[in-house]
Each structure stands twice: as structure tokens, then as C-alpha cells.
């Protein structure tokens, strides 16, 4: 009895949920960690994916402060640790941050193109004020 109840269940649920949606995710090239970490000045970590899909991240660190200051990050020392994700289609976001000599963090995101050239990314608009009635 409680068999054949397990059984009727299981076929309710294949009835309800014929198929699981999974969320799609967009087909996304995935970002070379190299070639941007090389742009950037950084050196990527031992462990580091080659690389990047879509919502992954790799850890490098800055070796050369100069290559990374065209971008909008200015003042970091060698050393610094630089954080590179991938956050949209050929869009990676760049988290630098160092504690010594004085603790500060700077982040842009940037758009990789086919030539595997970067360019900074605008800042979103704040969205629109409600009109003043």
C-alpha cells in the first residue's frame, strides 16, 4: 500500500513538472585569463583557469602598476592582488585591492574585444527620477 502511494506520487510529479527549467545562460566566449592578466599588468596565480566562463573569477597579482593606471586604476603597488570576472558576453570586472602601504581597493569593468583589446565600460545611468508633481 504505501509502495503503490509512492508510486502515484512519483507519477503526479512527472505530470505536474514534465521538465525542469534550468536558467539558460547566454553563449558566452569564454575570456582568455592570460591575455587580459598580461593587458592589466598582472600576473596570474598557479591555480588559475586559463579561462574564464561566465560568472568565474581568477585571482592574479599586480606586477606591473604602470599597465593597469590606463584603465582608471591609479595608485596600487606591485603586489596588489587583482581579481578578473567575467560578468557578460566579452565584459570582465577588475577588483584591485592592497593592504600595504595603505589599505585601499579600486574596481572597473572592462570590455574585451575580438582582438582581445580593452576598453573601460561606462558606468550605468542611475534610472530615472519619478516626475515632480
Known amino acids: 500500500m504505501a509502495r503503490s502511494r509512492i508510486l502515484l506520487g512519483a507519477c503526479v510529479l512527472c505530470v505536474a513538472f514534465p521538465r525542469v527549467t534550468i536558467a539558460q545562460q547566454p553563449d558566452v566566449d569564454p575570456v582568455s ?8 599588468g598582472a600576473k596570474p596565480m598557479p591555480n588559475a583557469p586559463r579561462e574564464l566562463e561566465l560568472g568565474h573569477s581568477a585571482t592574479t597579482t599586480l606586477a ?6 590606463p584603465y582608471g586604476i591609479k595608485g596600487m603597488h606591485e603586489g596588489a592582488r587583482v581579481t578578473i570576472t567575467c560578468v557578460g558576453p566579452s565584459r570582465v570586472r577588475v577588483e584591485v585591492d592592497e593592504m600595504e602601504p595603505v589599505a585601499q581597493r579600486a574596481t572597473v ?7 582581445g583589446s580593452l576598453s573601460p565600460v561606462a558606468d550605468r545611468p542611475p534610472p530615472p527620477r519619478p516626475p515632480i508633481i
Open 33 to 40: 585569463v592570460g591575455a587580459v592578466a598580461d593587458k592589466l
Open 109 to 115: 569593468t572592462l570590455h574585451v574585444s575580438t582582438d
Open 64 to 69: 606591473e602598476p604602470q599597465k593597469i593606471a
